[in-house]
Nanobody, 126 residues
């Protein structure tokens, strides 16, 4: 059974930092690209970052580029999203995803993503 379990969300003031973790199991970790989507109330899901564990290739949306850093620990089958200089507009539920689409082909549409985690809430206060 494929599992993607997010952790690390919470409440932080603007300008602060959070690190999200995505622990994965049930599939061959380095055969998939692991990504992060987010969805704010009333908005569509947005793919913000993705990493290929096998070659280290990454993708960042323009909205987070320079502030977020994605990394993977292949020994632990875990991906991290370090979020710095957080803004109130970063407030959303963040979802970990797994898909065969390489980061070089992102941004990805939510409809094509194979696997989703349950999500973790990130709230940035002004």
């Amino acid at each position: 059974e494929v599992q993607l379990v997010e952790s690390g969300g919470g409440l932080v003031q603007a300008g602060g930092s959070l690190r999200l973790s995505c622990a994965t199991s049930g599939f061959t970790f380095d055969s998939y690209a692991i990504g992060w989507f987010r969805q704010a109330p009333g908005k569509e899901r947005e793919g913000v970052s993705c990493i290929s564990p096998v070659d280290g290739a990454t993708y960042y949306s323009d909205s987070v580029k320079g502030r977020f850093t994605i990394s993977s620990d292949n020994a632990k089958n875990t991906v991290y999203l370090q979020m710095d200089s957080l803004k109130p507009e970063d407030t959303a539920v963040y979802y970990c995803t797994a898909d065969l689409l390489h980061p070089s082909s992102w941004p990805a549409l939510p409809s094509i993503i194979d696997y989703w985690g349950q999500g973790t809430q990130v709230t940035v206060s002004s």
